[in-house]
């Protein structure tokens, strides 16, 4: 279980704050001591993921260096990974902004239920958990707190932006 995993590693870790688990086509999960944020995966048409985990984790960077929730974060990261995932090979292909900014307004996630459910029924031990979705459920006991991804890329979209004014991010 990735989420027990990331708890354990958490434990025994004396300067780990976070820990990241990407799970490919079902998205990532971001665990802290006292939160779960978790986002699924965007849909695309893979054609090579040679350079997505890389991307992935420049876009974790550039969230964390702009203070973005968690669950931004990893919204982020994952429409680079799979951006890149759309093109052939590294270094040349690695997502652009405007394919990124495609990607999250499609709003077309991955979102297995069945999947999610089991496994954040699985690690409701009190923390905060946060879950990307395209639709707004407001958590209560013991249940994720949903975050619309249409707020989250109303949110991201700005910074982005500015990023790429300021010679950042490419375009």
């Known amino acids: 279980n990735p989420i027990l995993a990331g708890q354990e590693l958490l434990r025994k870790g004396v300067r780990t704050k976070w820990v990241i688990v990407k799970m490919g086509s079902k998205g990532s999960i971001l665990i802290t001591v006292s939160s779960i944020s978790c986002a ?29 929730p968690m669950v931004y974060t990893l919204t982020i990261a994952n429409a680079v990974g799979a951006a890149t995932a759309m093109g052939c090979g590294a270094g040349r292909n690695v997502a652009t902004l405007k394919q990124v900014i495609e990607l999250m307004r499609a709003a077309n996630l991955n979102e297995d239920d069945n999947f999610w459910k089991e496994l954040l029924d699985e690690n409701l031990d009190g923390r905060e958990i946060t879950f990307l979705s395209k639709m707004v459920i407001n958590g209560s006991n013991n249940k994720p ?24 991010v490419p375009s």
Do not use: R, W, Y
């Open 145 to 168: 707190n949903h975050v619309a991804l249409q707020k989250v890329v109303s949110e991201i979209l700005p910074k982005l932006e500015h990023a790429q004014v300021k010679g950042i």
């Open 40 to 68: 699924p995966a965007f849909k695309v048409n893979v054609v090579d993921t040679v350079g997505c985990g890389d991307s992935f984790v420049a876009a974790i960077v550039f969230g964390f260096i702009h203070n973005m």
